[in-house]
Nanobody, 118 residues
């Protein structure tokens, strides 16, 4: 039913940019809060950025000013624009969707690897 399919990961040099995409299918896009998480080896998965059904955005401190989350409701797709990338941004990035109103049902994308290295 509900599926999240990610794309856009890859290898970039420090200071470079990358845009991740996450397409939702099987439900109505505006019934969800959307977010991007990342997990580096040996570390806990952490929230990077989120956008609510109403369009409000939040960012983790390490990416503030460098990353931007956005959405295209018609395409049922959420994006993460990543600029000024640093080696410490290297991680597997996961798309997440939480179903309104109680936000207790959630779905995950398959994960996409982002590697920042020269």
């Amino acid at each position: 039913q509900v599926h999240l399919v990610e794309s856009g990961g890859g290898l970039v040099q420090p200071g470079g940019s990358l845009r991740l995409s996450c397409a939702l299918s099987g439900s109505i896009f505006t019934l969800f809060n959307m977010g991007w998480y990342r997990q580096a080896p040996g570390k806990q998965r952490e929230l990077v950025a989120s956008i609510s059904s109403g369009g409000s955005t939040n960012y983790a401190d390490p990416v503030m000013g460098r990353f931007s989350i956005s959405r295209d409701i018609g395409k049922m797709t959420v994006y993460l624009q990543m600029n000024s990338l640093r080696p410490e941004d290297t991680a597997v990035y996961y798309c997440n969707a939480k179903r309104l109103p109680k936000l207790t049902t959630e779905y995950w994308g398959q994960g996409t690897q982002v590697t920042v290295s020269s």
